[in-house]
């Protein structure tokens, strides 16, 4: 822990369950209690890549990783920590708007963490990047056709997406099924859709402008030779599990 820094603490939880009503409203505490529930209960770090910076050339240069890990991916990091931190400090001191102000910062700040954390895993070296017979090959033709159709599906719709955001394939528990689904800015997929999420593109400039400058479209048709087929199948595989078991 580098110095200065403060750990999110239990106390605010039980400070969230037990305010009196005529301090905080009884649906806010509920709402930051479950909040602070489902977040580190220290601060989070920014994970190391699975692979060098370099491992994704040509489709992403090194240049492009380092940059997008080191600056963009730990400035979400360094603000998901303020925010849970301001937030903590908030529901200990009772405070409402404060508490309601943090649901936009938490949301962008913790989603694009999030993002990105999956985002790297579902990357590997172009030599690594086959989708093999199995659990996740099947349900794509059931649910497509084919792979080049799910491709050409998800591909299609991340490169329309209007400013920045992101293209998932997701795995809906409900149906069963494999969706291709949108988000724009860092909204979380399955916090904002249900929908759990098996393989993300980035489409924030970003992301491939050092590469592609504007031309999106170049960039998406490429990544797939970098996708880790066999970490989006374990991805789907325990949530079938985990569907399965409840």
Not at 29 to 54: C, E, F, G, Q, R
Not at 121 to 132: D, M, P, T
Not at 135 to 140: G, R, S
């Amino acid at each position: 822990m580098g110095k200065g820094q403060k750990l999110i603490i239990d106390t605010s939880l039980r400070a969230a369950s037990y305010l009196r009503s005529d301090i905080i409203p009884r649906e806010v505490s509920k709402a930051a209690t479950a909040m602070l529930s489902s977040v580190p209960s220290k601060v989070v770090t920014l994970p190391d890549l699975p692979y060098d910076y370099n491992a994704l050339e040509p489709v992403i240069s090194a240049e492009t990783m380092t940059l997008h890990h080191t600056k963009h991916h730990n400035t979400y990091v360094t603000n998901f920590n303020i925010a849970l931190e301001k937030l903590d400090k908030a529901v200990t001191e009772g405070d409402t708007s404060g508490i309601i102000a943090l649901e936009g910062p938490l949301k962008f700040n913790g989603g694009g963490h999030l993002n990105h954390s999956l985002f790297w895993n579902n990357l590997c070296a172009k030599g690594s990047s086959e989708l093999k017979d199995g659990p996740l090959k099947t349900l794509v033709e059931d649910c497509f056709g084919d792979v080049a159709t799910m491709k050409q599906n998800l591909s299609s719709m991340t490169v329309a997406v209007q400013g920045s955001g992101w293209g998932w394939l997701g795995f809906d528990d409900k149906s069963g099924r494999i969706e291709c689904v949108t988000r724009s800015n860092q909204d979380p997929l399955e916090a904002t859709t249900g929908f759990v999420p098996l393989l993300g593109i980035d489409v924030w400039e970003h992301a491939y402008y050092v590469d592609y400058r504007n031309v999106r479209p170049d960039y998406v048709n490429a990544i797939w030779d970098v996708i880790d087929w066999e970490v989006v199948e374990q991805r789907l595989v325990g949530a079938q599990n985990k569907l399965e078991e409840s």
